[in-house]
């Protein structure tokens, strides 16, 4: 206990300034699509012959179209393209559909909403939810999707159950992948309901793989058209930590149905999107997704070993945390034994280390065990890394050796 206490010690006296709250890309990481700038050449003609620069195409450019069908494993047609956030572009499908009706009535006028959150999830997606008044229903998340005996149970017995949520390929946070039996279930899961039911579909991270060949994940809309539930499945992508993070496009996919209403909402707030940003994106990454995230990849694997390496070494085989050991994505998360997470990022912060506060993976920031801890290691150096773990690994242990 002593040798710890003095190790604490020194860490405090040479803190870190390091705040990894955010998954976000690295310099390097931007650096790569520096090409975007003057990729047009002056040239803003698109392949019918139209004018870039000008109104028009609520849809977007077919160009950027065929770019979100690859990554959101659909054809063309089932894509609008959206501006740079993919949240704005899951804001306005809800609100779509509480006060005007998606494809059934407008949710608004069938009482009380629900939505389904898989826990731990995605804190953006519960800020959202709640702007709503949507009461939020955790169901576990497991290796393989949510639990789908406990969400299917949930989606029969709650009549108020309006929407659920999805992140389908290296879940934030976990790192997950949704296996092909888990996106067959879920995509029947609207004929289960008691009421009408969307099913968001947030593949944010659909090609941040660390391997290649990449990881494939089952697409949603096939099993959605065998089961007839296609008009019930919203997706949503972006590139934004693909190219710029405040730069880039983003979005939808669905059935025609589905954009029909979409478009109808987007025409009384546009007159067109940014086509000019939409044809830079085409010509940069249509043909060279892969090539392009494999550099993506060389960058930020090694941080990915760097944080397994380090928790190892302070924690490995003490039977004081799991983690997760994700093939992609942006995230790890550390579970704690129950009642130390929230003491152990506010032990961090004095250190200089900044973390997700304990409790935002969850519904209303409660996290009902105070367990889990979700580490974004994209941002910072491997060294810093390595300090950041410690510190983590150090807060962890001497709270367990302080408790009572």
């Not at 000019?276 to 090694?302: E, S």
Request: contains cysteine.
């Amino acid at each position: 206990m002593g040798a710890l206490e003095s190790r604490w010690d020194e860490l405090q006296r040479s803190p870190l300034t390091l705040d990894l709250t955010r998954g976000k890309p690295a310099p390097e990481q931007l650096a790569l699509s520096d090409a975007l700038d003057g990729i047009l050449g002056g040239d803003y003609r698109l392949e019918d012959g139209s004018d870039a620069r000008n109104y028009g195409g609520l849809r977007g450019i077919p160009e950027a179209r065929r770019l979100g069908a690859q990554l959101l494993g659909t054809d063309s047609e089932n894509i609008i393209v959206c501006g740079n956030s993919s949240l704005q572009a899951m804001q306005l499908v809800i609100d779509t559909a509480m006060r005007y009706g998606l494809c059934d009535e407008r949710f608004s006028a069938l009482g009380s909403a629900h939505a389904v959150v898989p826990v731990p999830g995605y804190d953006r997606h519960f800020a959202l939810t709640e702007s709503f008044d949507i009461e939020m229903i955790p169901v576990p998340i497991t290796a393989t999707g949510p639990d789908m005996d406990a969400l299917e149970e949930t989606i029969r017995s709650d009549s108020q159950c309006r929407f659920l949520w999805c992140i389908p390929k290296y879940s934030n946070p976990t790192g997950c992948i949704y296996d092909p039996a888990t996106v067959d279930r879920i995509a029947a899961l609207p004929n289960e309901a008691r009421g009408p039911l969307l099913i968001l579909w947030d593949n944010a991270y659909a090609v941040h793989d660390f391997n290649f060949p990449k990881a494939e994940l089952a697409p949603i809309l096939t099993s959605a058209r065998k089961h007839g539930t296609d008009d019930s499945i919203i997706m949503f992508a972006s590139t934004s930590k693909i190219t710029f993070a405040g730069g880039g496009i983003a979005f939808i996919g669905g059935s025609e149905t589905t954009l029909n209403a979409i478009e109808a909402r987007l025409a009384v707030m546009t007159i067109g999107p940014d086509k000019v940003n939409q044809l830079r994106h085409a010509k940069f990454l249509n043909g060279r997704v892969d090539d392009h995230m494999a550099a993506h990849a060389r960058i930020l694997k090694p941080k990915f070993e760097t944080v397994e390496r380090s928790l190892q070494t302070h924690l490995g085989n003490r039977d004081l945390a799991t983690w997760t050991r994700p093939e992609g994505g942006y995230f790890v998360t550390l579970s704690t034994a129950p009642g130390f997470a929230t003491q152990v990022v506010a032990m961090a912060a004095t250190a200089g280390l900044v973390l997700t506060p304990a409790g935002a993976t969850f519904p209303y920031g409660h996290d009902p065990e105070d367990s889990v801890i979700r580490i974004a290691p994209t941002f910072a150096s491997n060294d810093e890394i390595e300090k950041a773990i410690e510190i983590l690994a150090v807060c962890l242990e001497l709270s367990i050796r302080r408790s009572p």
